[in-house]
């Protein structure tokens, strides 16, 4: 039976390793044994948080979101939510934002509260951001506060999540489905029939409740996939792209620098320069 945790004195579970105290930032490593709950919880600051190792599954609402090393959710303050951390327990990087900051800068980003980050630029500049609080001299500190805004900026760009209508069932089990085998080329004909609807149907709901087509949808956790296989591992760019479900090593290349804005290569260099 998974044990509770209990908050700390500064309002956040597990174990604090690491912090670096900014004006209007607050940073923190914060380690969550294996095994471990908490009870559904909120806090005063909006904040990204970020998986660097392990896992979890995170409560929101009526639903559960699992996340893996290089994702990450981005939560508005007073937003109700609970966790379990799987057997591996879990390392995070928490950015936690001054609500006041937010709102001057972004009205936009201050009124959407939640929005996850699968790989892509967003988990791009949290691993930087990671990058640059290991080495916190004056010039870190500036380029801390640049990257917090280009967060913010990716907040901003994300969907609100649609809470007046409520999505189909059968479209839940399509995304499972489509998570479970995205690297397969599989067809809209082969969901539809899974699932139990006419490809129309299909179509029609995953533009309706997704925005976005089946094809869009693979393509995107193909790249969320690449983009965490890159940062966790040294894996060869033509195993990646295999094993992501692309044609080849230059359709992963082609597709990743259109929806990216960077090669591959670019874009683990980038994450792993100081």
């Not at 923190?28 to 908490?38: D, L, M, Q, V, W």
């Not at 896992?55 to 303050?77: C, I, K, N, V, W």
């Not at 609100?160 to 809209?188: G, S």
């Not at 087509?213 to 195993?239: H, I, N, P, S, W």
Request: proline share 4%; hydrophobic share 35%.
């Amino acid at each position: 039976m998974a044990a509770y945790l209990k908050p700390s004195r500064v309002g956040w579970h597990g174990e604090r390793v690491a912090r670096l105290q900014l004006d209007r930032l607050k940073l923190s490593e914060i380690y969550y044994p294996r095994n471990t709950r908490t009870r559904p919880h909120s806090h005063d600051r909006p904040f990204f948080f970020m998986v660097k190792h392990g896992s979890l599954t995170e409560r929101y609402g009526a639903s559960d979101h699992q996340y893996q090393p290089s994702t990450m959710f981005y939560m508005q303050s007073a937003e109700t939510h609970a966790e379990h951390f799987h057997n591996q327990g879990a390392h995070c990087f928490v950015i936690e934002l001054d609500n006041s900051w937010l709102a001057a800068i972004s009205h936009r980003a201050s009124q959407i509260y939640f929005a996850q980050f699968r790989g892509g630029v967003a988990s791009w500049l949290a691993t930087r951001l990671y990058q640059e609080c290991r080495t916190p001299d004056e010039s870190a500190l500036l380029s801390i506060e640049g990257l917090a805004l280009e967060l913010i900026a990716e907040v901003s760009r994300s969907k609100r999540p649609a809470i007046d209508k409520q999505p189909p069932v059968w479209l839940k089990l399509a995304e499972e489905l489509l998570h479970a085998r995205f690297a397969d080329q599989i067809t809209n004909e082969t969901v539809a029939r899974e699932v139990g609807v006419h490809p129309v149907h299909l179509a029609r709901g995953f533009r309706q409740h997704l925005h976005c087509t089946v094809g869009d949808y693979v393509r995107k956790l193909r790249l969320e996939f690449a983009c965490r296989e890159l940062l966790a591992t040294d894996q060869t760019l033509t195993r990646i792209a295999h094993h992501a479900g692309f044609y080849d090593h230059s359709h992963f290349s082609r597709t990743f620098k259109e929806m990216i804005g960077f090669t591959p290569s670019q874009y683990r260099a980038m994450a792993r320069r100081r």
